[in-house]
Structure formats: structure tokens, C-alpha cells
């Protein structure tokens, strides 16, 4: 009964619900078979609803990929005198974007119907065989082959789940749904965080410790008594980066006429905008807070502001309030940003991080191999140089340029501006809805992110990125 009220308020699409029941259940459950079970009474919900067996294995394809689980397999290996495990995995969400290639490949006239009709795809296409076959290359010659073997396949996913993304999301019923289920795992997540900052620690539920080899959460380096909620990660700066990209597109749609439901939105984004601020994610903030009033004012200079009576009413005095509240918690953490340039803090370590690749790039024309850099530094360099912490590469130029050498680099920058161009430009033009409005600057935002954290291969992100990569803007939602 009270699905059906949401549906009939139109808070939400009828699929969107199912999986919002999906969610609430996985929240108990960590054992194999039952979960698999959850996913194909999740698909059989979802087919009995649309009657579209594509558009039900690309929702429960979305939700799975989001909050991830998988079949782990470790393998112990030897890096210089010392043993550390490489894990492999095999998601459960890649079963079903298997059966999407199929689901695909037998439909060939939806290739044929949604062939965009230019030659920018074609162009993407060309690129991204090129990036293949340069991390083949890369990956053959690598000393750590199966490393890169197996992050390369990932790359290749990605790029999948992009193409996939390009056609599927033609569809104006399935684009308002994949962006219902984005906003209910950042909500979802977002109230996880402040249930965990508010007691300190773990809540104690399944989904806390699935696929994990360590406490979910982090404590502040400068400070081991300040906790830093993850979520259902391991690492607050990943559920930061997240709520980074999706916090101006609900600020966007927060603030203009459009099919999403207003409360459903606003409640999204001030549980994510407070989530970001329990994570301490400093850059995370900084990017956000330049991007808001950037977007507020954008918007009321186009003349789309058509905020809620509510939010006209009593958002700048709540907003007010909110702030003055949780001044001191913002300003101890960002006085503690001295740190990261010192001797030893953060920013250092990413300079040093760009110092190692560039070196890696002047001697290896194909590179080292995709993620191999995290374990050829402790070969390379003395421990104290990268503060004893073998970490992939924190910039999207060192991490694609150590992997796959300046090629590579200029490769993946040509490509990505071969996805977005037409897109910003028309942006800028204001010819598209607040939707696609949102997407841009979510793209932008995670593009950005990826200077300062080595999410490319990183899951969900990563996944979250190309899956938004993929809409096709030329069509209304």
C-alpha cells in the first residue's frame, strides 16, 4: 500500500520502487545463494512491470553494479622480498550486462534505429580501439602482467557499459528510472553516513562488511579520534567523489521545472550535501562549494529558477542555521588542509605521484601496464619517498600515462573530448533540460575529481560515470 501511494504521489517510477524494496533487503543479507535469488525475483519484479526484458536486465544490471558485490578469488604473489595478495574478482553485475551484449545483438534493429548520424561516434569507436589495443601492448610487456591483463578488462567493461549506455538510453521511460535508482543509492548512502557519524562506528548491518578486507571508514590522518564514515565502502573519499558528482545535478533539478519529484530530490540532496560534509573529504568540498552558487547564479541568469515554495520560503534560513551549526566541525578540518602541504601531507604525496609517473612514461614508451604503478614503485623507489603507501597513481594524467604512456594519455583526453564537445557546447547554449544540464556537470565533476583521486578503474564510480557518459542528449526525456 505504501509503494503504491509513492507511485501514485509520483515520487517515484513503479521499477524504481521495486528496487528501493531490492535495496532495503540486501541491506540483511550476506550470504551467496540468497542474494542471487534477490536478483532473479529482482528481474522477474522488473519484467512483470514493463514487459521489456532489456529495460529489466539494464535496471538490475544499474543496481547491482552500484552496490557491488562479488565472488573474490586471491592470488599471493612476490614484490620485492615481501608477499602481497592480488585479488580478482568477478562481479555479479557482470553476469547480467552479459546477457545485455546478447539482449543486444539479437535486437539488431535497435543498432540500426539509434545509429546516431555523424561521425563523432564513429570517431569514439576508432579511440577506443586504439586505447585497447595500446593497453594490449602495454599489458603484454608489462613485469606484472596479470595486473594489467585484468585492469584492462575492466577498461574494456567501462567502455561496454558506455556503448550499451549509447543505445539503451534512447529510451525516455528508461532514462528517468536509471536516474531514480543513481539518486537512491546516493540517498541510501548518504543516510548511512550520518546514521554512522552520529554513533561513532559501525551500525552493525550486513551491507557494512560485504566484499570488505577491513573496517568500512576511515579515521582522519591528522587526528585518530575523528571518524570518517564510508558508507558501504572502505574509503570516505570514494562515497565523497560520488556525492560530488550527483550534488549538482539534484541541484539543479532541486531548483528547476522538470518530471522529477521535488521531494524526492531535496531530501537526495540535503542528506548527500551532509553526508560530504561527515566524509571530510576537503577537495571534495571545495569543488562543491565553488560549483553551487556557480550553478545557483548560472541558473538565475538563464532564468530557469523555479525553486519549491518551501525551499523560496525557508531554505536560505535553514541553510543559515545548518551552516552556523557546523562551522567549527568544517573550519577544525580545513585549518588541518596546512598539513596535507607539508612535509609528508597529501598534496606532497600526489606531486610524487606525478614526479613517479613522469619517470615511468620517459622510460617505457607503451608504459608499465594499467595499475601496475601501485606495485612497480616499491621496486623503483625507496619507501620514504611515497610516504609508505603504495597507492595507484592520485591524477588521471600520472595514472593513465604510468599505465599506457603519453600516448595514453593524449588518447584518453582526445576521447573524452570527443564524447563531451558537441555536448558542452550546446550546454553552454542552454539548449538542453535541466536533466541533461545535470549530467554535464556531473561528468565535469568527476573529470575533475580524477585530478586529485585515482578513481578511473574504480568501482562504482567509474561504472557511474560511463553509464551517464552514455545518455543520448539529443532527445528529451
Request: proline share 3%; hydrophobic share 55%; glycine share 6%.
Amino acid at each position: 500500500m505504501f509503494l503504491n501511494l509513492l507511485y501514485k504521489q509520483k515520487v517515484l517510477e513503479k521499477e524504481s520502487l521495486i528496487i528501493a524494496v531490492f535495496i532495503f533487503f540486501s541491506i540483511f543479507n550476506t550470504l551467496l545463494r540468497p542474494y542471487l535469488l534477490m536478483i532473479f525475483l529482482l528481474l522477474i519484479g522488473l519484467y512483470l512491470i514493463s514487459k521489456d526484458i532489456v529495460k529489466s536486465v539494464w535496471l538490475g544490471f544499474l543496481v547491482i553494479m552500484l552496490f557491488y558485490r562479488a565472488k573474490y578469488f586471491v592470488k599471493p604473489i612476490e614484490i620485492n622480498d615481501f608477499e602481497a595478495i592480488i585479488t580478482y574478482f568477478v562481479e555479479f553485475s557482470d553476469g547480467l550486462l552479459i546477457l545485455l551484449l546478447y539482449l543486444i545483438a539479437r535486437k539488431r534493429i535497435i543498432l540500426e534505429r539509434n545509429k546516431v548520424k555523424s561521425n563523432s561516434f564513429l570517431n569514439i569507436e576508432i579511440l577506443s580501439f586504439l586505447i585497447i589495443t595500446l593497453g594490449i601492448i602495454s599489458s603484454w610487456f608489462s613485469k606484472m602482467s596479470g595486473v594489467a591483463w585484468f585492469s584492462l578488462l575492466q577498461l574494456i567493461k567501462y567502455f561496454v557499459i558506455y556503448y550499451l549506455g549509447r543505445i539503451i538510453l534512447i529510451n525516455r521511460k528508461i532514462k528517468k528510472v536509471t536516474i531514480e535508482v543513481i539518486f537512491l543509492f546516493v540517498l541510501f548512502n548518504g543516510l548511512l553516513i550520518i546514521l554512522q557519524k552520529i554513533n561513532g562506528g559501525p551500525l552493525g548491518l550486513s551491507i557494512e562488511s560485504i566484499n570488505r578486507f577491513s573496517t568500512y571508514g576511515l579515521f582522519a590522518a591528522e587526528s585518530i579520534s575523528l571518524y570518517r564514515p564510508g558508507g558501504i565502502t572502505t574509503s570516505p573519499n570514494l562515497l565523497a567523489s560520488i556525492f560530488g558528482m550527483i550534488i549538482p545535478m539534484l541541484f539543479v533539478l532541486g531548483l528547476t521545472k522538470n518530471k522529477f519529484n521535488k521531494v524526492f530530490v531535496w531530501l537526495c540532496l540535503v542528506s548527500s550535501v551532509l553526508a560530504l560534509i561527515f566524509t571530510l573529504s576537503r577537495a571534495i568540498w571545495i569543488l562543491v562549494g565553488i560549483m553551487l552558487p556557480v550553478i545557483y547564479l548560472w541558473l538565475k541568469k538563464k532564468k530557469q529558477l523555479q525553486a519549491p515554495i518551501l525551499i523560496k520560503k525557508y531554505g536560505k534560513k535553514v541553510g543559515f542555521l545548518l551552516i552556523m551549526l557546523l562551522i567549527p566541525f568544517m573550519l577544525d578540518r580545513l585549518i588541518s588542509l596546512k598539513e596535507a602541504f607539508g612535509s609528508y601531507g597529501t598534496g606532497i604525496y600526489r606531486v610524487r605521484h606525478l614526479l613517479m609517473a613522469k619517470d615511468f612514461m620517459l622510460k617505457n614508451s607503451f608504459g608499465i601496464g594499467l595499475n601496475v604503478f601501485q606495485y612497480e614503485i616499491i621496486d623503483q623507489y625507496e619507501p620514504e619517498y611515497f610516504f609508505y603507501d603504495s597507492s595507484p597513481a592520485h591524477n588521471l594524467i600520472a595514472q593513465v600515462g604510468a599505465g599506457m604512456g603519453m600516448v595514453g594519455v593524449v588518447l584518453f583526453l582526445w576521447l573524452f573530448w570527443k564524447i563531451f564537445k558537441k555536448h558542452l557546447v550546446d550546454f553552454v547554449r542552454t539548449r538542453y533540460n535541466p536533466l541533461h544540464q545535470g549530467i554535464i556537470l556531473a561528468v565535469i565533476s568527476y573529470i575533475l575529481i580524477l585530478q586529485i583521486h585515482p578513481w578511473l578503474l574504480k568501482r562504482p564510480i567509474a561504472g557511474l560515470f560511463w553509464i551517464l557518459a552514455g545518455f543520448n542528449y539529443e532527445k528529451e526525456i
